[in-house]
């Protein structure tokens, strides 16, 4: 059963201070759990992308090349705002080709060069004019779209959910977890309704960040 599932949220030591997996014991574990394919999705930052492409092609895993955003309530330029979900959500991206990751090095480019307060964040405009290639995820508890769930306020979970559609069409989904945490739980049947109405269909992840549970 191990082979019908592949982690498309998953941190490496490239999550500075966050992530323990180290590239080549993460690869040669997904191997041995039968796994064909593999994701990153670093804290705003692509730092570990060529290492995890090269040990991946190296042991027949294919790698999928992603980060976790941080994306900000407003615009990237201001240093001030803080918004109701604070100065940034999270947000998760994959590149589908070769353009999708030309994209996210603009993307993560522009987070730490324009964007960069606490946090090297996007905002929806750059995301909106640099989305070709990629798939994006809604995210974690963290992300805008949990959040709104988490604050009891599901009309602006779908209207996020929708301005994501908006833009990545077929290339979005409705991201879902169980790993333990209580209001992550909670977040999933209200997702699962937005999922639903919306005709966005869910993807499983984990938000790894450990390659063994000891």
């Not at 999270?90 to 993307?107: D, P, V, Y």
Request: proline share 4%.
């Amino acid at each position: 059963m191990a082979k019908c599932f592949c982690h498309l949220h998953l941190h490496t030591h490239y999550s500075l201070l966050d992530g323990f997996n180290r590239i080549p014991p993460l690869v040669k574990r997904t191997k041995e759990l039968g796994m064909t394919a593999v994701a990153i999705t670093d804290h705003g930052n692509l730092y570990g992308a060529i290492e995890f492409y090269t040990e991946c092609k190296s042991s027949g895993i294919k790698p999928i090349i992603g980060y976790e955003a941080y994306l900000a309530p407003g615009s990237r330029f201001d240093r001030d705002s803080k918004g109701e979900l604070g100065f940034s959500t999270h947000l998760t991206l994959l590149a589908k080709n070769e353009q999708g990751f030309s994209n996210l090095i603009k993307l993560s480019s522009a987070a730490y060069l324009e964007g960069f307060y606490r946090n090297p964040r996007i905002d929806k405009e750059i995301l909106e004019a640099h989305h070709e290639g990629i798939m994006c995820l809604s995210g974690c508890l963290a992300s805008e779209f949990n959040q709104y769930i988490v604050k009891e306020k599901p009309q602006e979970a779908e209207r996020t959910a929708k301005w994501f559609r908006k833009v990545f069409g077929e290339d979005f989904y409705i991201e879902i977890q169980n790993n333990g945490i209580g209001a992550q739980d909670l977040c999933t049947p209200v997702a699962a309704d937005i999922s639903e109405a919306l005709g966005v269909p869910l993807v499983a992840t984990a938000d790894a960040h450990y390659l063994c549970a000891d």
